[in-house]
């Protein structure tokens, strides 16, 4: 009964994804083929071939509401929904993120009736622990770093920075925050649950990093 229900479930958040994202000026990139499979043979699908599925949706819609901007967003100009009418890309934003948090919902429920700890509810990370490093190590680290896009949301440039023996790091249009080192290249922030790695190449250079949040890894090529 459960590998029917992950099946029919992770199919029918797909659908959803790409039903709703499609409004935003993207086809549906699924094939006529595609759409005349049987929920019998869908049902028979594989993890790996469900899990792919999701992922791919994800990246569409991210595709999809990057082409946005306050402007569109709020301009009277209407998009066409699946009925027929017409839909403001606002609305179209706010049923995706009310549909991400309903079917997130359901699948944690279940996820509890199969004994398991869903990933909202699991325990905090480990303590982190800060280690020192001499300004001419953390130094190496300064720059700008154009951060990639967060699902459903845009880039930002990260301004890396010394100041007063430790390293900074400030989102364009944010509060600074210091990043506490916990080895030479991994540092961690203790307001936030969130750390970053630095990437070197293989001169030793370093050449960007990788924002690691919420079980998401966002990568920032350095820019200068």
């Given amino acids: 009964m459960f590998a029917t229900w992950k099946s029919r479930s992770t199919q029918h958040l797909e659908d959803a994804n790409l039903g709703l994202c499609s409004r935003l000026g993207k086809a549906d990139p699924r094939s006529a083929a595609e759409w005349r499979i049987s929920d019998s043979v869908r049902a028979k699908w594989p993890k790996d ?5 999701v992922r ?3 990246v569409f819609c991210t595709a999809a509401i ?3 901007n306050d402007a569109r967003i709020a301009e009277v100009a209407t998009m066409q929904s699946d009925s027929g009418r017409t839909v403001l890309p606002a609305r179209v934003l706010l049923a995706f993120t009310t549909d991400l948090a309903e079917h997130y919902a359901q699948l944690a429920s279940y996820v509890r ?10 325990p905090p ?20 770093y154009n951060l990639s896009p967060a ?13 007063d023996g430790g390293l900074y790091l400030t989102p364009s249009g944010q509060p600074e925050a210091r990043l506490w080192p916990e080895s030479a290249t991994e540092f961690f922030f203790k307001e ?7 990437t070197r190449n293989a001169r030793g250079v370093v050449t960007g990093l990788v924002l690691h949040q919420g079980g998401e890894d966002r990568v920032g090529p350095k820019a200068r």
């Fill in 125 to 144: 990370h480990k303590a982190r622990v800060a280690i020192d490093l001499p300004v001419s190590a953390l130094s190496a680290y300064a720059g700008k």
């Fill in 192 to 198: 936030i649950d969130a750390q970053i790695s630095f």
């Fill in 49 to 53: 071939t469900l899990v792919a599925r």
């Fill in 113 to 122: 009736q199969l004994g398991l700890v869903p990933p909202s509810a699991t």
């Fill in 56 to 58: 791919a949706s994800i």
């Fill in 66 to 68: 990057a082409q946005l």
């Fill in 151 to 163: 699902f459903a949301g845009v880039g930002v440039m990260l301004d890396v920075h010394v100041r």
